[in-house]
């Protein structure tokens, strides 16, 4: 799996955790524990991206 291909997949997953976070509604600890896999779902999303950037970037764009 490519890493454009992982983006896409945690980005659904992303979408599927915050619907859980919304109908947890009145579970504090279940909201709590979805939180926290959102925040750790969007970490990694975000070094994905970075690492999807990096690999992108040409000599004369760090230039």
Known sequence: MNVDEQIALLESQIAETA???????????????IADELVAQQDLLRCLKSERASRTRTPLDIV
């Open 19 to 33: 619907a859980a976070f919304g109908a947890a509604v009145g579970d504090p600890a279940e909201r709590k524990s």
